[in-house]
């Protein structure tokens, strides 16, 4: 149950920061959302994908390492979740 309720949080505080139509995502609360949903995978037995929300979470702590609580949109998410391997050293 605490699981579902953060994950409510996570959709709640990005619906409240839309910009432009596109949802405004704080960068921590998404790594967080991405571990919180590897722990419930683990607890599933799916190791697989539980590994990809891990590296996804990674990709995102890399990428944003200088300030994970600025927001960003929720595509430009997507795409650094999806950037296996591709993380400059210039990210922001």
């Known amino acids: 149950m605490a699981y ?4 409510v ?12 139509g ?3 995502v704080e960068v921590r609360m998404a790594i967080m959302s991405h571990l919180s ?3 419930e995978l683990i607890q599933l037995g799916d190791k697989q994908r539980a590994n990809e929300e891990i590296n996804y979470a990674e990709r995102m702590m890399n990428h944003y ?10 595509d430009e998410l997507t795409k650094v ?4 391997g591709n993380e ?4 922001i």
């Open 65 to 74: 390492r200088k300030d994970i609580t600025q927001y960003v949109e929720e």
């Open 9 to 20: 949080q996570v959709v709640t505080a990005a619906r409240n920061n839309r910009k432009g």
């Open 22 to 24: 596109n949802m405004q």
């Open 88 to 91: 400059s050293a210039a990210s």
């Open 4 to 7: 579902q309720s953060f994950i």
């Open 37 to 39: 949903d590897a722990q």
């Open 81 to 84: 979740c999806l950037n296996r």
